[in-house]
């Protein structure tokens, strides 16, 4: 993958979890706007539908598979923490 800078890393997850996950809600749920820090599980705003929704969003930015070993909770607690782990250079190669 040629990366983003990780501000726009960051950005483009946002506008992924504030603009086009909420359509892919089953539910029809409305979504307050998230920042960089906000939850997104403390409140339920994901669950584990929108989680695979992110994951595939996820893999086709980074242009790589996500091992499952990287899929946990630490990892996905914020659009920052995503970005953290994700966004670096090589972030499969931990």
Avoid: C, K
């Avoid at 939850?39 to 695979?52: K, N």
């Amino acid at each position: 993958m040629q990366t983003d800078s990780r501000p726009l890393f960051a950005e483009r997850i946002l506008h992924f979890i504030n603009h086009t996950l909420p359509g892919l809600d089953r539910r029809g749920r409305a979504w307050e706007p998230v920042g960089l820090d906000t939850p997104l599980f403390a409140d339920g705003r994901l669950d584990s539908l929108s989680i695979l929704h992110l994951l595939t969003f996820l893999e086709d930015l980074i242009g790589a598979p996500i091992p499952d070993a990287l899929v946990v909770m630490r990892h996905f607690q914020t659009a920052a923490t995503i970005a953290e782990t994700f966004g670096s250079p090589s972030p499969l190669q931990r």
